[in-house]
């Protein structure tokens, strides 16, 4: 098994309602998002997949946050812009430009500070065949 891992940065505004502490005022953060991606073989050129177009497609999602106030997007109208969510909503859009019968997104973790991550792993039956 061969797993890639890219990290980006977004630096954006949140809060998060219903959560009774200081993070329901507005604030923000400059998140790192790591992204995995797996295969068991390579490609004719011996890789998982080019690390441009891994970059490029996450670019991607991150341009659609960096910069914003994140509860006002789409993905958060109706579910707090917390990190678990920011790295289910990266995942599982990078799965479905992605995944393939042999590439598929495996985690991706969105960091909020230099102490502090959350993980959203992907099934394990997620690739399109």
């Not at 999602?61 to 994140?70: G, T, V």
């Not at 707090?80 to 479905?96: M, T």
């Not at 985690?107 to 065949?129: G, I």
Request: glycine residues 4%.
């Amino acid at each position: 098994m061969f797993e890639l891992k890219i990290i980006t940065h977004f630096a954006a505004a949140h809060q998060l309602k219903d959560f009774k502490g200081p993070c329901e005022n507005l604030h923000g953060h400059n998140w790192k998002i790591e992204v995995y991606v797996a295969s068991d073989v390579l490609n004719e050129a011996g890789l998982v997949i080019d690390f441009g177009i891994l970059k490029e497609e996450t670019a991607a999602i991150i341009k659609e946050f960096d910069h914003k106030f994140l509860n006002d997007l789409r993905p958060f109208k109706d579910r707090n812009p917390s990190s678990e969510n920011i790295a289910q909503y990266i995942a599982e859009r990078l799965s479905s430009e992605l995944n393939s019968a042999t590439i598929r997104v495996t985690r991706v973790t969105s960091w909020e500070s230099d102490t502090a991550s959350a993980t959203y792993y992907m099934p394990t039956s997620s690739p399109r065949t």
